[in-house]
């Protein structure tokens, strides 16, 4: 493959400068200026079979460490300024993939208003690995997950489910919607990448808020086309991967019961449509017409019991 400091000189030409970088690739750590006061600071590898199939293309993998990272980003309300990717590649990987990986990361930076300032690479008798730090700053108030209130109306920025069909490698980050959803005069209140379930995720939210409970409409549920491929026309497997599958990467926020969402902005008219709401009692409930049901709050967890 070469050595790593050629690849790491060849790197600083292939990302280019940016306004706003001081010191780029090439030395110990970037120097970039901050845009604002607060930065807004994430971190998520990509693992070969774990996030993805080994046969993916490259260039699909890289975009998607990149927009995982950004999708977090955006839950915050915040706009992207810099990466920095950590490559650990498999030994004897091929040079054409590792191209296309890169062009995959370069371009959802570009596509997300980022710009790659630092990293490393090593290799491995094992799994691909990509892990991207997203650096960002706010142009409003941060949007937390633990300020669902009791009462609030939850909404979510897009279809779920079925994502394992090729979805989890081609979404786009939500970020004009985090951004709108922060500024001054929207009256949300808590937000949260749906990123593992939208059951799990609620839970993470309604846990971080004090415990609280929520009920969905089943019938309210934006259900992805790709859940009802899955699905084969079963509607209750197609609602089921809408609450459970993950690697959604839309938004899911809480508005006051009594507040409506300002007009204009990037919002469909599915997103202006609750599909829940938020109770003071603890638990996870399933309404289906007449039917209300206590469900689990599934979804993907990895696990880190000590083998």
Do not use: Y
């Amino acid at each position: 493959m070469g050595g790593e400091r050629k690849f790491t000189a060849g790197l600083a030409r292939f990302f280019g400068g940016a306004r706003g970088v001081r010191i780029g690739i090439g030395d110990d750590a970037a120097v970039v200026r901050n845009p604002a006061r607060d930065s807004v600071v994430c971190c998520d590898p990509v693992v070969a079979s774990v996030h993805f199939d080994g046969d993916a293309d490259p260039a699909l993998v890289g975009r998607k460490a990149v927009n995982r990272n950004l999708a977090d980003l955006a839950a915050m309300g915040a706009t992207p300024d810099w990466l920095l990717v950590s490559l650990v590649l498999p030994r004897g990987w091929p040079a054409a993939h590792r191209s296309r990986l890169l062009r995959g990361i370069r371009a959802a930076a570009r596509a997300g208003g980022a710009h790659v300032v630092g990293g490393d690479v090593a290799t491995v008798r094992g799994p691909l690995v990509v892990t991207v730090t997203a650096i960002g700053h706010l142009q409003g108030r941060a949007l937390l997950r633990s300020a669902a209130r009791a009462g609030d109306l939850l909404h979510v920025t897009g279809p779920l489910g079925g994502s394992r069909l090729g979805h989890h490698l081609r979404f786009s980050p939500p970020l004009r919607a985090g951004r709108w959803l922060a500024r001054g005069n929207s009256p949300v209140r808590a937000a949260i990448d749906v990123s593992d379930g939208l059951l799990l995720d609620l839970h993470t939210m309604l846990q971080a808020s004090g415990g609280l409970g929520a009920e969905l409409d089943a019938r309210a549920l934006p259900v992805s086309r790709d859940a009802l491929r899955q699905a084969r026309g079963d509607r209750d497997a197609a609602i089921r991967a809408a609450l459970a599958d993950g690697e959604d990467h839309e938004l899911l926020f809480t508005v006051p019961r009594r507040r409506r969402l300002p007009a204009g902005g990037p919002l469909t008219a599915a997103a202006r449509r609750p599909i829940g709401r938020v109770l003071a009692r603890p638990g996870l409930w399933l309404v289906d017409g007449d039917t209300r049901r206590r469900v689990a709050p599934e979804g993907h967890e990895h696990d880190l019991a000590a083998s």
